[in-house]
């Protein structure tokens, strides 16, 4: 047992290991967004679909003599196959920079195909190694129990994921790290070697132990419905992982903790559950998860809850959904010999989840509702999976529960428009509307908790379930509304691969301050008067105390006495409604670099905002990530030779982690005049950017200063940071006078390519 449990382990080590390093070593060629942590997530799921399956038929199908000739066939080919790809990249899994995308279109087919080529073939094996390996096992190893084989796999998932954001990422450079990867590949490889000897060398007289030829007619094959319920009880848990990956990533940053710890969450059920059944207990589980999505809706509709709030509501919530649908999809496991097709269908329903959340979701929905979708579909399938068992709960004569369940039912909307459960519950009980809701609970019970009444005989948990409809329907009603309050008024509501979108009108029965409003999720990035004496003012984070509103009017350039030289170059990462060519004048040149093509659109051509059209500077707009665009332009001899350069890229209070890295300002430096500055918008709810930017200045030597913003009308407080090689143009009067010292208190290892942490700045 120990050469499979050693190599079990290992597989799913790599399995787990290899998912962060791919996503973090392609995601600033993406834009840096979530959505490239959910098309990893999506590829992975869908090759483990394409393992398991491969496990199911070839265990079914083949002799054990023939499935180890197989599989080490295909194990050798692949080492080979890394080994010739080592010599034309940096190392056998990570692509050389020229498979780079030129362009930001088609980019879920463009991360499929680099995968693929990358580490398809090795995932592909890894993925098998677990039902592969456990079926091996059982086979050999009669009477033993290979479940727990399953639990330790997932053991060494869990491992590989804890390890890669606080051992692995911080210690050892990219290129680095997949060189070990693939070391241990190889090491990997010999195990299933010796696995496949093993189960070479046992013989079965009768042959009763392959599966398609048994002939032991006692073990009846589950019905079609259970496997239904295999595939339901392995999607939700999945939607739930991927939508809650994104609430926590479209708030702070595309980060390998922030993807690793709703996945160690999830890995860490399967492990509870599949280890014993004794671990999944319903009466701790089933309470836990109705406290989780009463506080996760109450936060949901609060999106100004401190992070750590949402991180931690969001874990709990995802921790009670993975527990009860991992642990009701365990008591519905089969006998072993069905146990290659039960992973599959576990195998399925996950892959549907993804798919689901990465595919058909941003076609359906202009919000993350899927999040919303997950929280109803969690409580759904419990009660199915209750009603279908005539011994749990929900058919006992319960008076508390009912009483739970329907206070809760009540409580939950009040507590969506109060700010505390004490506020929300004394509002609940002064609703006098819901008297005869409780009357009527009252009276049902007083005849249906009788032991002797007919309805007790007929239907022993009619008021229980009457009362978890209610609740089931409640909850939905709550999230609906939800849902439709962010959608409420928008002109124009959007999704894609990079994020949310959606144009608002706001004051418009005031022709005097009528506004429209551009968001990207919950943050303004951008907004513009309608009057026509009025919109060629510059507002929210661009206003004339701004840092690029103090360069763009007071820059020595536009003191200058000859008309041409009064002109500046500037560039901006980050077009949003494009308010800083408010600031243009005839002769200047603004080139914004934009990724999503969205927000292109909408500024260029909604007809919402005119920035764009209104300036007198000349605009151009390069699609694509900005880094991979000032690349090209620098490898090429075309540096753009910015007098001020803009850095606002930033999605929602996610940070694009890419952009202010070591190597990204050595890319911006090349892109200035000797005299220029680099501006940067670092207004957060969450972290505190200046130490990064500290470093970074430090470690060019560059000159330093932050510039505040107050409050307007239509301007937003916010901070920026200033960077130049002198002081040339940070020493104007105008300028200067509005900057302070760049002095941050907290010590924080720079950012590279290879490294960056988020705890040390979080506010």
């Given at each position: 047992m120990l050469t499979y449990a050693i190599t079990i382990f290992t597989g799913a080590f790599l399995l787990f290991q290899v998912e962060p390093l791919l996503a973090r070593y392609i995601l600033p060629w993406f834009g840096g967004s979530s959505a490239v942590w959910m098309t990893c997530m999506l590829f992975f799921q869908l090759l483990l679909v394409a393992g398991y399956a491969y496990s199911h038929l070839i265990a079914t199908r083949l002799t054990a003599r023939r499935q180890a000739i197989v599989h080490v066939a295909i194990v050798l080919a692949c080492v080979l196959l890394m080994g010739a790809l080592a010599l034309i990249w940096q190392s056998p899994i990570t692509p050389g920079p020229?498979?780079?995308?030129?362009?930001?279109?088609?980019?879920?087919?463009?991360?499929?195909?680099?995968?693929?080529?990358?580490?398809?073939?090795?995932?592909?094996?890894?993925?098998?190694?677990?039902?592969?390996?456990?079926?091996?096992?059982?086979?050999?190893?009669?009477?033993?129990?290979?479940?727990?084989?399953?639990?330790?796999?997932?053991?060494?998932?869990?491992?590989?994921?804890?390890?890669?954001?606080?051992?692995?990422?911080?210690?050892?450079?990219?290129?680095?790290?997949?060189?070990?990867?693939?070391?241990?590949?190889?090491?990997?490889?010999?195990?299933?070697?010796?696995?496949?000897?093993?189960?070479?060398?046992?013989?079965?007289?009768?042959?009763?132990?392959?599966?398609?030829?048994?002939?032991?007619?006692?073990?009846?094959?589950?019905?079609?419905?259970?496997?239904?319920?295999?595939?339901?009880?392995?999607?939700?848990?999945?939607?739930?992982?991927?939508?809650?990956?994104?609430?926590?990533?479209?708030?702070?940053?595309?980060?390998?903790?922030?993807?690793?710890?709703?996945?160690?969450?999830?890995?860490?059920?399967?492990?509870?559950?599949?280890?014993?059944?004794?671990?999944?207990?319903?009466?701790?589980?089933?309470?836990?998860?109705?406290?989780?999505?009463?506080?996760?809706?109450?936060?949901?509709?609060?999106?100004?809850?401190?992070?750590?709030?949402?991180?931690?509501?969001?874990?709990?919530?995802?921790?009670?959904?993975?527990?009860?649908?991992?642990?009701?999809?365990?008591?519905?496991?089969?006998?072993?010999?069905?146990?290659?097709?039960?992973?599959?269908?576990?195998?399925?329903?996950?892959?549907?989840?993804?798919?689901?959340?990465?595919?058909?979701?941003?076609?359906?929905?202009?919000?993350?509702?899927?999040?919303?979708?997950?929280?109803?579909?969690?409580?759904?399938?419990?009660?199915?999976?209750?009603?279908?068992?005539?011994?749990?709960?929900?058919?006992?004569?319960s008076p508390l529960v009912a009483i739970a369940l329907l206070s809760g039912a009540i409580v939950l909307p009040e507590l969506i428009a109060t700010s505390s459960i004490l506020t929300a519950v004394r509002r609940a009980s002064e609703a006098a509307h819901?008297?005869?809701?409780?009357?009527?609970?009252?009276?049902?019970?007083?005849?249906?908790?009788?032991?002797?009444?007919?309805?007790?005989?007929?239907?022993?948990?009619?008021?229980?379930?009457?009362?978890?409809?209610?609740?089931?329907?409640?909850?939905?009603?709550?999230?609906?509304?939800?849902?439709e309050g962010n959608r409420a008024n928008s002109l124009i509501a959007s999704r894609n691969f990079y994020g949310t979108l959606g144009v608002y009108s706001v004051d418009s029965q005031k022709p005097e301050g009528h506004y429209y409003m551009l968001r990207h999720g919950q943050i303004i990035h951008g907004e513009q008067y309608a009057a026509a004496d009025k919109r060629y003012k510059p507002t929210t984070y661009y206003g004339p105390e701004s840092a690029i509103g103090l360069l763009m009017l007071n820059h020595p350039r536009r003191l200058a006495r000859d008309s041409r030289g009064r002109s500046l170059r500037v560039g901006a990462i980050g077009l949003g409604v494009g308010t800083i060519a408010a600031y243009g004048r005839p002769g200047d040149y603004l080139r914004f670099y934009e990724i999503n093509p969205a927000v292109t659109e909408i500024a260029e051509e909604s007809g919402y905002f005119t920035y764009l059209r209104d300036s007198r500077a000349r605009i151009e707009i390069v699609p694509g990530d900005a880094r991979l665009s000032m690349e090209r332009e620098v490898a090429n001899g075309n540096p753009q030779a910015f007098d001020v350069l803009v850095l606002d890229a930033f999605a929602g209070d996610a940070i694009p982690v890419h952009l202010l890295t070591i190597e990204a300002f050595a890319i911006y430096l090349r892109e200035l005049n000797p005299d220029g500055v680099i501006a940067i918008h670092v207004t957060n709810r969450y972290l505190d950017l200046q130490p990064v930017i500290q470093n970074i200045a430090d470690h060019f030597g560059l000159k330093s200063a932050r510039a505040h913003q107050s409050g307007g009308q239509l301007v937003k407080p916010s901070d920026w940071v200033v960077l130049a090689r002198d002081n040339s143009v940070l020493g104007q009067p105008a300028i200067a006078r509005k900057l302070r010292p760049l002095n941050s208190q907290r010590k924080v290892r720079p950012w590279t390519d290879d490294y960056s942490n988020l705890f040390q700045i979080l506010k």
């Amino acid at each position: 047992m120990l050469t499979y449990a050693i190599t079990i382990f290992t597989g799913a080590f790599l399995l787990f290991q290899v998912e962060p390093l791919l996503a973090r070593y392609i995601l600033p060629w993406f834009g840096g967004s979530s959505a490239v942590w959910m098309t990893c997530m999506l590829f992975f799921q869908l090759l483990l679909v394409a393992g398991y399956a491969y496990s199911h038929l070839i265990a079914t199908r083949l002799t054990a003599r023939r499935q180890a000739i197989v599989h080490v066939a295909i194990v050798l080919a692949c080492v080979l196959l890394m080994g010739a790809l080592a010599l034309i990249w940096q190392s056998p899994i990570t692509p050389g920079p020229t498979w780079k995308p030129q362009s930001p279109d088609f980019p879920v087919t463009r991360i499929f195909v680099l995968l693929l080529l990358s580490v398809g073939l090795p995932f592909f094996i890894l993925s098998t190694t677990g039902p592969l390996l456990q079926a091996w096992y059982a086979r050999s190893h009669q009477g033993s129990a290979p479940y727990r084989l399953y639990a330790l796999s997932n053991i060494g998932s869990l491992l590989a994921l804890v390890t890669y954001p606080f051992v692995v990422e911080p210690a050892l450079s990219l290129r680095a790290q997949a060189l070990l990867w693939s070391l241990l590949f190889g090491l990997f490889s010999i195990g299933v070697l010796l696995c496949a000897r093993s189960i070479h060398r046992v013989t079965f007289p009768d042959r009763s132990f392959d599966i398609a030829e048994s002939a032991d007619v006692r073990i009846a094959a589950p019905s079609r419905s259970t496997r239904l319920l295999w595939i339901a009880f392995a999607t939700v848990p999945s939607v739930m992982l991927l939508a809650a990956t994104n609430q926590l990533c479209q708030q702070v940053a595309v980060v390998p903790f922030l993807w690793v710890l709703p996945l160690a969450i999830y890995l860490l059920s399967f492990i509870i559950c599949f280890d014993n059944p004794l671990w999944y207990r319903r009466g701790i589980f089933h309470p836990l998860l109705g406290v989780a999505v009463f506080i996760a809706v109450a936060v949901l509709v609060r999106p100004s809850a401190s992070i750590i709030i949402q991180i931690v509501t969001y874990s709990m919530l995802l921790f009670a959904v993975c527990m009860v649908c991992h642990g009701e999809l365990v008591r519905l496991k089969p006998h072993e010999h069905y146990l290659t097709s039960f992973y599959l269908m576990i195998a399925i329903g996950g892959a549907i989840g993804g798919v689901f959340v990465v595919v058909i979701a941003p076609l359906l929905f202009t919000g993350y509702w899927e999040f919303d979708l997950a929280i109803f579909m969690s409580l759904l399938m419990l009660m199915i999976a209750l009603m279908r068992d005539k011994n749990s709960w929900l058919h006992e004569r319960s008076p508390l529960v009912a009483i739970a369940l329907l206070s809760g039912a009540i409580v939950l909307p009040e507590l969506i428009a109060t700010s505390s459960i004490l506020t929300a519950v004394r509002r609940a009980s002064e609703a006098a509307h819901l008297i005869p809701a409780f009357a009527a609970v009252a009276l049902m019970s007083a005849v249906a908790f009788q032991k002797n009444s007919s309805l007790a005989r007929r239907w022993p948990g009619s008021v229980v379930q009457a009362c978890a409809i209610v609740g089931l329907l409640m909850v939905g009603g709550v999230l609906i509304a939800d849902v439709e309050g962010n959608r409420a008024n928008s002109l124009i509501a959007s999704r894609n691969f990079y994020g949310t979108l959606g144009v608002y009108s706001v004051d418009s029965q005031k022709p005097e301050g009528h506004y429209y409003m551009l968001r990207h999720g919950q943050i303004i990035h951008g907004e513009q008067y309608a009057a026509a004496d009025k919109r060629y003012k510059p507002t929210t984070y661009y206003g004339p105390e701004s840092a690029i509103g103090l360069l763009m009017l007071n820059h020595p350039r536009r003191l200058a006495r000859d008309s041409r030289g009064r002109s500046l170059r500037v560039g901006a990462i980050g077009l949003g409604v494009g308010t800083i060519a408010a600031y243009g004048r005839p002769g200047d040149y603004l080139r914004f670099y934009e990724i999503n093509p969205a927000v292109t659109e909408i500024a260029e051509e909604s007809g919402y905002f005119t920035y764009l059209r209104d300036s007198r500077a000349r605009i151009e707009i390069v699609p694509g990530d900005a880094r991979l665009s000032m690349e090209r332009e620098v490898a090429n001899g075309n540096p753009q030779a910015f007098d001020v350069l803009v850095l606002d890229a930033f999605a929602g209070d996610a940070i694009p982690v890419h952009l202010l890295t070591i190597e990204a300002f050595a890319i911006y430096l090349r892109e200035l005049n000797p005299d220029g500055v680099i501006a940067i918008h670092v207004t957060n709810r969450y972290l505190d950017l200046q130490p990064v930017i500290q470093n970074i200045a430090d470690h060019f030597g560059l000159k330093s200063a932050r510039a505040h913003q107050s409050g307007g009308q239509l301007v937003k407080p916010s901070d920026w940071v200033v960077l130049a090689r002198d002081n040339s143009v940070l020493g104007q009067p105008a300028i200067a006078r509005k900057l302070r010292p760049l002095n941050s208190q907290r010590k924080v290892r720079p950012w590279t390519d290879d490294y960056s942490n988020l705890f040390q700045i979080l506010k």
